[in-house]
């Protein structure tokens, strides 16, 4: 009875909040939700929009910037659930659930850099484990001439009784993806596309001082650097997001702090490029500054703690070239 209860409540809140989502949009025209780019300082993303003071995580974009997934979900990502917004001709329409959004737990979603399928995590096999991540498998959905086939299994040499999560695909098909072990620690896998088939998965070796979970993990197209979030001892404070650079020799280096601008004392999560390599998109549960909550009355309050940057998850953008002045000379 009381998850019967959790789930009406859960479809009433998100219903809810994606109606008045619906009927505040704007008209927007252009990539990337028509937004202004940002400089080398992260800014909120469409605030208002998708940034909407709940938790918001993992946005992934299409190659030309005119289709959109993210998550959304109500009470500390146990139910996330797969938000659609397209466009036409540079004008977005409002935003959507996916079809199978109330099935099970969906998340992590990524586009193809063709922009022919969108990856993603699920707990469709096994819709009795919520938050554990041993619940999920890789699945993607394939564009077709009118939307989205039906969610679709990636196959046993990818997914397994651990659990998968975080896909991210290179130019070349080789898929990246986070996977947790019997410990409920996370590593970052590769499985490598040859002549069409996927070979069994191979765990991604990061020079780390320390063994600790990585995850969230985002693969360039061109394989040259992959991001990934941890909580490592020098790091600001919780999971910060940092990049790892393939070396000449098909290694990959030690992992580097994407820095202040980006992390902070909070939770940084879920980083995801553009596959136009212009903007980091990411999740921070960063609040807003003490000093903005002075002299507020209660309603004021009210405003601030349902908006953005209010310590839940709101997704953030900045050019993507803070990451390029990381690589090493």
């Known amino acids: 009875m009381k998850k019967l209860l959790f789930t009406f409540c859960l479809i009433v809140f998100v219903s809810i909040t994606v109606s008045a989502q619906q009927s505040d949009i704007p008209k927007l025209i252009g990539p990337y939700l028509g937004q202004k ?16 003071g709940f938790h918001e995580l993992r946005i992934t974009f299409s190659p030309e910037g005119d289709d959109v997934f993210y998550v959304t979900c109500a009470n500390r990502y146990t139910h996330r659930i797969l938000v ?10 409002e935003p959507e659930l996916v079809p199978f959004a109330w099935d099970c737990n969906n998340g992590s979603p990524s586009f193809s850099p063709d922009g022919k399928r969108v990856y993603f995590a699920s707990n469709k096999d096994n819709p009795e484990i919520v938050k554990d991540g041993s619940g999920l498998d890789i699945w993607y959905i394939e564009r077709v001439e009118n939307g989205w086939t039906d969610p679709i299994k990636m196959p046993e ?13 290179a130019s070349n098909g080789n898929l990246y993806f986070d996977v947790t072990n019997e410990n409920n620690k996370s590593f970052i896998y590769c499985s490598k596309l040859i002549n069409g088939i996927y ?43 940092y990049v ?10 030690a992992p580097i702090n994407l820095g202040e601008r ?6 940084e999560i879920g980083p995801r490029v553009s596959i136009d390599g212009k903007y980091l998109f990411f999740t921070s549960n960063r609040n807003h500054p003490n000093e903005m909550y ?11 703690l349902k908006s ?17 002045k990381l690589k090493p000379k």
Do not use: C
């Not at 980006?262 to 939770?267: M, P, R, V, Y």
């Not at 002075?294 to 601030?304: A, F, H, R, V």
């Open 262 to 267: 980006i992390n902070s004392e909070f939770l």
């Open 308 to 324: 953005p940057q209010n310590g839940y998850g709101t997704i953030y953008w900045v050019d993507a070239k803070i990451i390029e």
């Open 84 to 93: 659609h917004i397209r466009s036409n001709n540079g004008k977005w329409f």
């Open 157 to 169: 040499t990818i997914n397994s009784t651990f659990g998968e999560f975080a896909p991210s695909v």
């Open 244 to 253: 790892s650079f393939n070396n000449d020799d098909g290694t990959w280096g």
């Open 294 to 304: 002075k002299g507020k009355n209660y309603s004021e309050l009210i405003e601030m």
């Open 199 to 241: 070979y069994p998965r191979e765990k991604i070796r990061i020079d780390l001082q320390t063994d600790v979970s990585i995850g969230s993990s985002f693969i360039a197209p061109d394989e040259s650097y992959l991001l990934f979030q941890a909580n490592l001892p020098e790091g600001f404070g919780g999971n910060d997001i």
């Open 37 to 52: 780019p940002p400089g080398l300082t992260p800014e909120i993303f469409a605030p208002g929009i998708i940034s909407f």
